[in-house]
């Protein structure tokens, strides 16, 4: 008996330590579009990440370990997302801070609750992640129907009599957020013009753009992503047409600015309040520009997710999930966000969206 005692303690330590004896890691990942036509997006999380576990394991790690963490490529596609997000769970990963893609995150999601993984998404605004998914579910970014709802007053506010067109790319996120600024269009009495579905990853979007010119479209509300509202946006230039374009937090990347040129100026979109501009996020903010890298969009977003998931474990003494999402819910958290908590659906309690412009290669507040 007191041999199979030894055996199984010999075990334990082995799993915690390593043969080395050397305390293990602990395995953390983001998950994201590394590649493809949203790998900016990828970029941003993956720096974030990096940066964060970088300055953590610089202070001595979580609870005396370091973090080892792992980058995985979802490319924004849910099958893929789910084949990373098994992938993830056989490696022993605790914590994933992802996925970028709504329709990547809530079928991963999924195997994370199967699995008993913590998720903090940076960048996910579906309402159905959180509202659907499981108690290990959080966000540290806003929702489609909070981001639609000061949308649609904007549009309401702003463009009384005008014809206005809500167009979204099918996804998940873009028919979400442009249906949820649809539906608080209407309920201030506004109808509008045009609503059209579009494919997202073509080149020409000249004949759709031609149908709003010939319905005498004033504004158009894109539900997407920046690669297809830039296009949209040029061509309508190239038609001599001067149509305000109106989107969501998708346009955060100057790769915006890279397909429109002069042609984006102007553009509006909602985001939440610019991190970068937090006195709490100006070291992380020098670190990263001293290193020639911009923090912008959904960096700090993925810093901040890691900050307060580390905190969480201290509090919980341990990476534990259903003790770590109980201190996740239990508590409010520093970070280069500021401080946030989480709700009981694990959304982030923090400021809701502004409206931002972009003007001269760069957005900022409206």
């Known amino acids: 008996m007191r041999k199979l005692t030894i055996a199984i303690v010999a075990t334990a330590l082995t799993a915690l330590f390593g043969a080395s004896g050397a305390m293990a ?15 900016s997006f990828g970029e941003q999380m993956k720096r974030g ?30 099958k893929q997302a789910v084949a990373i997000a098994n992938k993830m769970a056989s490696d022993g990963v605790v914590f994933v801070a992802g996925h970028f893609c709504s329709g990547s995150s809530i079928p991963a999601s999924k195997v994370y609750e199967e699995e008993n993984m913590l998720q903090i998404s940076p960048a996910s605004t579906n309402p159905k992640l959180t509202e659907e998914g499981g108690p290990n579910v959080f966000r540290t970014c806003g929702r489609d129907d909070q981001q639609g709802l000061v949308a649609g007053n904007f549009l309401a506010d702003t463009y009384a009599g005008k014809k206005i067109a809500v167009l979204h790319d099918k996804t998940a996120y873009g028919k979400g957020l442009a249906d949820e600024t649809k539906k608080q269009l209407n309920k201030r009495g506004m109808k509008e013009a045009m609503y059209e579905a579009y494919t997202a990853g073509e080149k020409d979007y ?6 709003m010119k010939g319905a005498g479209i004033d504004v158009f509300y894109l539900g997407g992503y920046h690669t297809e509202a830039g296009l949209m946006i040029r061509q309508a230039r190239e038609q001599g047409y001067n149509v305000q374009l109106v ?25 939440s309040p610019d991190p970068r501009k937090n006195p709490s996020a100006a070291p992380v903010v020098k670190k990263f520009r001293d290193g020639g890298y911009e923090p912008e969009g959904y960096t700090l977003y993925t810093y901040g997710a890691i900050q307060a998931w580390m905190d969480a474990v201290n509090k919980a003494g341990g990476t534990d999930t259903n003790k770590v999402v109980d201190a996740l819910r239990k508590n409010q958290f520093d970070t280069v966000l500021g401080k946030i908590g989480f709700d009981a659906k694990g959304d982030v309690t923090a400021p809701g969206y502004v409206f931002y412009i972009w003007k001269d290669g760069t957005y900022d507040y409206m």
Request: net charge negative; hydrophobic share 45%.
């Open 206 to 211: 000249s004949a759709l753009v031609s149908k």
């Open 247 to 271: 989107s969501g937090d998708a346009l955060v990347t100057d790769e915006f600015w890279k397909i429109t040129g002069k042609a984006g100026a102007g553009t509006l979109m909602t985001f």
């Open 49 to 78: 990440a990096e940066m964060a576990v970088a300055d953590i394991n610089a202070a001595g790690g979580v609870m005396g370990q370091k973090l080892q963490l792992s980058i995985e490529d979802d490319a924004c596609d849910p």
């Open 25 to 39: 890691d602990i395995k953390i990942a983001v998950a994201g579009p590394m590649t493809g036509q949203y790998a």
